[in-house]
């Protein structure tokens, strides 16, 4: 069969060397000057490939539509990754948490060992063209309109084009206006893995101050922090690990988790709670502020917590907590104290949304995979037409997982085309 697939990533890429070893004869079209311009960029420029950790735990990082992915995953998981990508001549090594990187450190690696399976496969890469529409007739893809060329031999048709992240690296959207052209549903797309936007801080006897004021934050990074988010007082989701704060909010590995758990829920209730100290009961950070206090009782209060805070917090956390810069130690009451610790454990800001989905690292939402099969990725409404990858609705946590998913249903598609 003639088989054209569109978008080199991952899913494309692994859609290609599939239906290629399967006898098919397969062309790939890429708009792009080059194949994998976003796996380049991917874990630093380190590429994290995939993750080896047991079926069930990586299920349990998929976030949206687990079981879609089960007969994809469960065909090909992070094993066969593996030993494609050696059987291309990239080393890979497993880092802390079953993450998966080449041992060079280097992405290039990863898509130099595509490039070596693509080329031995036979599979036709044609770059620096664009797919611009697909025209059906009886649910069937008859044609592929390209900026250069029209094709009309087309037996099966793998949309690979990726969601809508960092559109630089040619992810800008094509596929899913391919999937509603053909009749398909797309669930709107938000940004996931992403940083966010915070409104303001609380303080002490319900006072806010906007967050554009706290010009000190920026840049500082914690470490060890439990991070929560809370709607009415109700703790709704919670992480623990590290983070930063940006220009316009917070960012780092525990945000980018929590920005995927609530992409999609109204932020106007919503608040994010750091708890700076979660090692300590309040009780245990009062007797601790307590000591360090009684060697610093002719100081400010302002030059008494360098032992506590790294200095970019000292200034926001003073404004939090209500109490005099300049006061001394000697004169904090029982309660000014007590508010300190408060801050400490529950330090509180207003969520304005997520980062711009362009900024995102995965993209949500995208092609209904009620209308897709998982055992093929074939289109339940178009009879020769797959979907593959960060085109379809689902989406995982950080660690490997999302490329993993894009290499699965990818394969999958290829090697079902019937
Ligand atoms: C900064 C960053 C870091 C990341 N790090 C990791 C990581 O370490 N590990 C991990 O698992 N995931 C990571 N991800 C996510 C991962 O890169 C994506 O989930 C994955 O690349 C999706 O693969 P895909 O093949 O579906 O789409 P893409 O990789 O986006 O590929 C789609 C391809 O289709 C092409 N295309 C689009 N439209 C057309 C058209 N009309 N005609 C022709 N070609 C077209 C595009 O040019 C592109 O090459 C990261 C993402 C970002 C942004």
């Known amino acids: 069969m003639k088989v054209y697939v569109i978008g080199a990533g991952p899913a494309g890429i692994a859609a290609s060397i599939a239906a290629s070893r399967k006898g098919h004869s397969v062309t790939l079209l890429e708009k792009n000057e080059k194949i994998g311009k976003k796996l380049y960029i991917t874990g630093k ?18 976030v949206t539509n687990p079981k879609f992915l089960y007969s994809a995953l469960r065909n090909f998981g992070a094993a066969e990754t593996m030993s494609l990508v050696e059987s291309g001549g990239t080393e890979l090594k497993i880092e802390r948490g079953n993450r998966v990187f080449p041992s060079s450190d280097k992405s290039s690696d990863i898509i130099k060992a ?20 697909l025209n059906s007739s009886d649910n069937k893809i008859i044609e592929i309109v390209t900026d250069k060329h029209s094709y009309t031999d087309c037996d099966a048709v793998i949309v690979a084009t990726g969601g809508m992240s960092y559109p630089s690296t040619g992810s800008d959207g094509d596929g899913y206006r391919f999937a509603e052209e053909t009749g398909h549903t797309v669930v709107p797309v938000v940004a996931a893995l992403t940083g966010l936007r915070l409104s303001n801080m609380y303080g002490s006897g319900g006072k806010t101050f906007s967050f554009g ?43 980018l988790t929590l920005s995927s758990k609530i992409n999609r829920m109204d932020f106007t209730s919503l608040k994010l709670q750091i708890d700076l100290k979660p090692a300590l009961s309040e009780e245990e950070l009062n007797s601790r502020i ?51 610790v408060k801050t400490l454990k529950n330090w509180t800001f207003g969520i304005e949304g997520c980062e711009e989905l362009s900024g995102a690292v995965v993209t949500a939402g995208g092609v209904s995979v ?6 093929d990725m074939r289109s339940k409404l178009v009879e020769n037409l797959y979907f593959a990858g960060e085109v379809l609705d689902v989406d995982a946590f950080t660690g490997g997982f999302n490329i993993q998913i894009a290499l699965s249903t990818g394969y999958c598609a290829g090697s079902n085309i019937k």
Do not use: H, W, Y
Not at 45 to 62: K, P, Q, W, Y
């Open 45 to 62: 420029g380190r590429c994290n490939l995939t993750n080896a950790c047991s079926f069930d735990e990586f299920i349990s990082n998929v």
């Open 213 to 255: 004021n706290l010009s000190r934050l920026r840049g500082v990074s914690l470490k060890n922090v439990r991070v929560s988010v809370v709607r009415n007082g109700k703790m709704l989701f919670e992480e623990f690990g590290e983070m930063i704060f940006t220009d316009r909010g917070v960012s780092g590995p525990v945000i």
């Open 370 to 375: 009620k209308e897709v099969n998982p055992a």
């Open 114 to 133: 595509f490039s070596k399976l693509l080329n031995q496969s036979g599979v036709e890469v044609r770059l620096n063209e664009k797919v611009l529409s």
């Open 290 to 340: 307590l000591r360090d206090f009684s060697v610093t009782l002719n100081k400010d209060f302002k030059n008494s917590l360098d032992a506590l805070l790294p200095s970019g917090l000292i200034p926001s956390v003073i404004t939090a907590c209500g109490i005099k810069p300049d006061k001394k130690i000697n004169s904090v009451t029982k309660e000014e104290r007590f508010s300190l």
